[in-house]
């Protein structure tokens, strides 16, 4: 048995699929989904068999995240935060990075993790923040500022933030990373009422002075792109799980499509949807884009397991300097492969699909989601742009007529 239906059975899935209808309907975080998978160790799948976890890969996470979606796309997202810092840290752990083990012994422990990142306007995300770190004295910080997107909202036990340095030099400016627990100083809205994903609870978080003592930071880095393995782990679990999410939601609505098309018929015609060319090429098309979106994400995930544990063979690949680009732009094709699957086994399947009843229907507003997680579509052509043609009015690029 795989470690993707050994943790997730056919029967919980379809529990988990039941419950979905419910909380996209009353706008509520399912708990009961949460607490079945912690019974099944969903929070330690990212810890190392020596620190009291599953030992899975990267890899295996985001086949399993791709499971869970096809049940539950917004438990799955919401879970995703969790696996997103615990992967982050497996990384960094690999590389021997001593200040993440508390977050994987916490997370063996059960403690569940989220991640308070996103910050309205914020267009470079880990790269910089607007939410200010004041030094406390005795090597921790007091940061304010606000969050959005916050998964997990209601129940997460621990929240990695960063913020800029209020004390650093403008020459130097620099970032922290660190964990924060729910204090006072933590203030959770309840403002989450949106088109799809409602069962993900993303709210917006306020932190008034919240503490980060100097035993709970996890880094400093500077402001802009750098190399630093907790965060170049938090990019790259990000960015590969959200692809796994959307691909296994698109991957639910085919079969979906399948299943309908086997189904209905045409009255006029008098033939099932399943010998109609036009549906059949619409479902084709579908599969089609999904099967390479699986395959990119799966490449580049065993890529980041094999840097982080240094193991090197045949298929396998160091990106170097692309590695932030390559992270991007798997999220930015499988999103949107899944958004124009998802479209295209919508059109194949009848206006019956447009009533609330519809499980594609749910299906149909969860995907959109995926055109707002970083990095959207223009941040990645921006820097695609960027790689391939350097910055804008650069006089010093490559072949530039200074004449």
């Known amino acids: ?157 621990r929240l990695v933030v960063h913020g800029r340095i209020a004390s650093t030099s403008e020459n130097d400016p620099r970032l922290v990373l660190g964990v924060l627990e729910r204090t006072d100083a933590v203030e959770v809205l309840e403002d989450w009422d949106t088109h799809g994903m409602r069962a993900s609870q993303s709210r917006t978080t306020r932190l008034h002075e919240a503490p980060l003592s100097a035993a709970r930071v996890l880094t400093q880095t500077p402001v802009g792109p750098h190399g630093d393995p907790f965060v170049m782990g938090v990019f790259g679990a990000f960015e590969l799980l959200l692809a796994a999410v959307y691909t296994g939601l698109a991957e639910r609505a085919v079969e979906l499509g399948a299943g309908i098309a086997t189904t209905r018929r045409s009255v006029t015609r008098g033939i099932l949807h399943a010998d109609d060319p036009d549906v059949r090429r619409r479902l084709a098309r579908a599969a089609i884009a999904l099967d390479g979106s699986v395959l990119q994400i799966e490449k580049l995930a065993g890529d980041l397991d094999a840097l ?13 300097p692309r590695w932030f680009l390559q992270f991007s732009g798997v999220k930015s094709r499988s999103t949107e492969a899944a958004i124009a699957a998802v479209d295209e086994v919508l059109r194949a399947s009848g206006g019956a699909h447009f009533f609330r009843r519809s499980e594609l229907e749910r299906l149909s507003r969860d995907v959109r989601a995926g055109m707002y997680h970083p990095s959207d579509e223009e941040s990645v052509q921006s820097s695609y742009a960027k790689a391939l043609l350097g910055e804008i009015g650069d006089a010093e690029r490559p072949g530039a007529d200074r004449s």
Do not use: C
């Open 308 to 320: 982080g544990t240094g193991e090197r063979g045949a298929g396998t690949t160091d990106h170097g």
């Open 1 to 157: 048995m795989s470690l993707e239906t050994d943790l997730l059975p056919v029967d919980l899935l379809a529990t988990i699929r039941e419950r979905a209808v419910v909380h996209d309907r009353e706008n509520t975080f399912p708990e009961q989904d949460l607490a079945d998978l912690r019974e099944r160790g969903y929070l330690r799948l990212l810890v190392p068999e020596e620190l009291g976890g599953l030992g899975a890969s990267l890899l295996e996470a985001t086949r399993v995240q791709r499971r869970l979606a096809q049940a539950a796309p917004a438990t799955a997202l919401a879970m995703n935060m969790h696996l997103v810092v615990t992967g982050a840290a497996l990384h960094a752990h690999r590389l021997g990075v001593a200040e993440v083990r508390t977050v994987l012994e916490e997370a063996a422990a059960g403690e569940l993790h989220a991640f308070g990142i996103s910050e309205a306007g914020n267009e470079a995300m880990l790269f910089d923040s607007s939410t200010h770190a004041v030094p406390d004295g005795e090597g921790g910080f007091r940061l304010t500022g606000t969050k959005i997107f916050t998964s997990l909202a209601p129940v997460w036990d």
